[in-house]
């Protein structure tokens, strides 16, 4: 492997699953043979991240912060979709590639999601970040972008219709299995459902209408908030649940889902966002929610627990704890592929 000097943006200081995956990202391409620094924004946004820092990369890993970028030169800095602003702080000695996570989270004017939902959260994000996504509109900053890396299909959608020539690879995110104590291959059962009083984890920062909705036609379910829960501890927090619903937009294909699923129970999706399409989660109809199945809600959940299974629930622990050999595995072969051609 050639090596090479990549700078990762972790912008913020919000411990969700964006800077998780730019972490694991880092954490791959340093096995590769690369070196890496993490590009904070300050001193305490580090120390915000310095466990995190730590547990993957190494005591000894480098960071910057953003009053430091401006000095560097030839370097590949990869930012997310949400920090393009930043691209100003870099100089044209360095190439830009983009880790699209969320797409809806992309603040630049010019740029529209696959659906319409997607397309009106794009512009609302544009217009609370207005300076910002206009200053940094589509038409300015795609060509300083070499190359992108896709979390979800629904950012290769997303990617395959935006009006640049820039090449973009899938490459997913992963839930690491080592890091969680915590056996993956339990399945909880039910006895009789129609008696249970169902509890059912739901993220409170998203999807809160339709949550509100749902909840007023439940009358026999308890919804649980996801709050105060750290990463270590979020299989044992969901599997004292009978089932996760996301509520949310999915403008990625998100961490907590998936995370349900390696607990023991069910994962259903309203379809919205990446929650559409049969590859970010692939599943049997049953678990995917309308607009209107709010008004059954209850009769629906209990459904698709009665209709849950070994089958149903080996085939998506298979493909959850595939997804780090193929992270790696794609990251790897893109990589000496690269390095072969730019040296020729």
């Known amino acids: ?45 580090y120390k915000y991240f310095e466990d995190w820092h730590k547990k993957y990369l190494s005591e000894k890993s480098k960071y910057i912060v ?107 995110d992963f839930i690491d299995k080592e890091k969680y104590n915590k056996p993956l291959n339990r399945l909880r059962k039910y006895s009789n459902l129609d008696s249970v009083n169902l509890r059912v984890a739901f993220n409170p920062s998203k999807g809160k209408i339709l949550h509100k909705l749902a909840k007023f036609f439940s009358k026999n379910i308890t919804f649980i908030p996801i709050i105060n829960v750290n990463p270590e501890n979020i299989l044992d927090f969901l599997s004292s649940a009978d089932c996760y619903v996301d509520f949310g937009g999915q403008p990625g294909k998100d961490r907590l889902p998936r995370e349900a699923i390696l607990s023991g129970i069910p994962s259903f999706q309203f379809l919205r966002g990446a929650a559409v399409n049969g590859s970010d989660f692939p599943c049997p109809i049953i678990f995917r929610l309308n607009f209107y199945n709010v008004i059954n809600f209850e009769s629906r959940i209990k459904k698709g627990l009665k209709l849950n299974n070994k089958t149903i629930h080996s085939a998506r622990i298979a493909d959850i704890l595939s997804e780090k050999d193929n992270f790696y595995s794609r990251i790897n072969h893109y990589l000496n592929t690269y390095y072969s051609m730019n040296k020729m």
């Open 1 to 45: 492997m050639y090596e090479n000097n990549f700078i990762l943006r972790c912008n913020g200081m919000k411990k969700t699953g964006g800077p998780m995956a730019t972490l694991q990202l880092a954490e791959c391409l340093l096995a590769c043979g690369n070196n890496i620094i993490i590009w904070y924004d300050s001193i305490d946004a």
């Open 66 to 172: 953003t009053d430091d970028i401006s000095q560097l030169k030839n370097k590949i800095f990869i930012l997310t979709e949400s920090s393009f602003n930043d691209i100003k702080n870099i100089s044209k000695d360095n190439k830009i590639w983009v880790y699209m996570q969320s797409v809806d989270n992309c603040i630049i004017f010019g740029t529209s999601a696959s659906r319409l939902e997607g397309t009106f959260r794009i512009l609302k994000n544009c217009i609370k970040n207005f300076n910002n996504s206009y200053a940094n509109r589509w038409t300015i900053v795609r060509d300083r972008i070499e190359f992108i890396f896709s979390q979800s299909a629904y950012s290769n959608n997303f990617l395959s219709n935006l009006d640049a020539n820039i090449p973009y690879l899938y490459i997913g």
